[in-house]
């Protein structure tokens, strides 16, 4: 009997979640996957880590060892999502996905996974900053009626958003809770990339974008990043409050979105699955 084999993994971006999720699988956090090569185009101190334990850090993902990987991280942005994601599915490797907030972008998801049943390489959507997206998948085969996001965070998590630098939002200027974007998921994400994967991966869940309703608070009393959701439909109602530290290294960032993805790693690497 052939027993699993060890899941080979390549991480896109030695940022904020990257370095988390190295760091986690390096430290013996995650069993049964395997680091094996990385792509940063930048110096950091991860990369000059990776590069001293003998691990490959390549500057484009173009040369990656294709043949030794099952799995690709990207930790990124939206932008180099867009470049690597149909090149990592070419190559028949799955791809674990942070920055969803380029599927609601409608031609890029769709493509992707057309050229993913040819080549039969797995797409996969952590959850990220939020949580209960089995409950949406699930309420979606019944009917939604809605779904609400209400992300709070404060003004400094939001500096440099093109909505707020197009709409002259003076972020030093807030001084209590306000209301900063109202509206659908993919003005949320092309407003806020940085900062609304999550409305993506609720329209993802639900199946339908047009479902979604997304309100962006710049609280400066908020002392953490508060996602507030509220799905009613057929099966009744759900609600739920996430109160989300910010990564130690990066204020846009959760830290529960590489933990996410540490989450799901464990999952890959072992014969245990939720659904
Ligand atoms: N799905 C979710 O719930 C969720 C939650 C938080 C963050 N995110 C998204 O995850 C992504 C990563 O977040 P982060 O906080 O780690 O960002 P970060 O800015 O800390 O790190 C991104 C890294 O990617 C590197 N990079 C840039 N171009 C590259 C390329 N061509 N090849 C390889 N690396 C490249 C950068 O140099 C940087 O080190 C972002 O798009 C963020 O919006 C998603």
């Given at each position: ?15 904020s ?136 965070k404060h003004?400094s998590a939001l500096t ?34 940085q900062n ?29 990043n ?19 530290e910010p990564s130690s290294t990066n204020p846009k960032t959760s ?21």
């Amino acid at each position: 009997m052939q027993s699993r084999a060890n899941v080979r993994l390549a991480v896109v971006g030695l940022g904020s979640i990257g370095t988390d999720v190295v760091n986690a699988v390096r430290s013996g956090h995650v069993t049964g996957i395997d680091l094996v090569a990385a792509a940063e185009p930048t110096t950091c101190p991860t990369r000059d880590e990776l590069l001293e334990a003998d691990i490959p850090v390549y500057e484009h993902v173009q040369d990656f060892p294709w043949h030794q990987l099952d799995l690709v991280l990207e930790a990124t942005s939206q932008s180099v999502l867009r470049e690597i994601a149909p090149q990592v599915v070419r190559e028949g490797v799955d791809l674990v996905i942070l920055s969803a907030g380029a599927t609601l972008d409608i031609e890029f998801l769709p493509a992707l996974l057309e050229l993913a049943d040819q080549t039969g390489s797995k797409i996969w959507f952590p959850s990220g900053a939020i949580g209960a997206l089995d409950v949406v998948r699930a309420a979606s085969v019944g009917d939604i009626e809605s779904i609400t996001l209400t992300t709070t965070k404060h003004p400094s998590a939001l500096t440099n958003a093109p909505h707020i630098e197009n709409s002259n939002i003076d972020l030093d200027s807030i001084s209590s809770r306000q209301e900063v974007f109202a509206g659908g998921p993919a003005a949320a994400v092309r407003g806020f990339p940085q900062n609304v994967n999550v409305a993506a991966l609720l329209s993802l869940a639900a199946g339908n974008p047009d479902q979604v309703h997304v309100r962006v608070i710049a609280d400066p009393n908020a002392p953490v990043n508060v996602h507030e959701i509220v799905v009613r439909g057929s099966f009744g109602t759900m609600a739920i409050r996430l109160e989300n530290e910010p990564s130690s290294t990066n204020p846009k960032t959760s830290a529960l979105a590489a933990q996410s993805v540490v989450a799901l790693l464990r999952q890959l690497g072992s014969a245990q699955r939720f659904g």
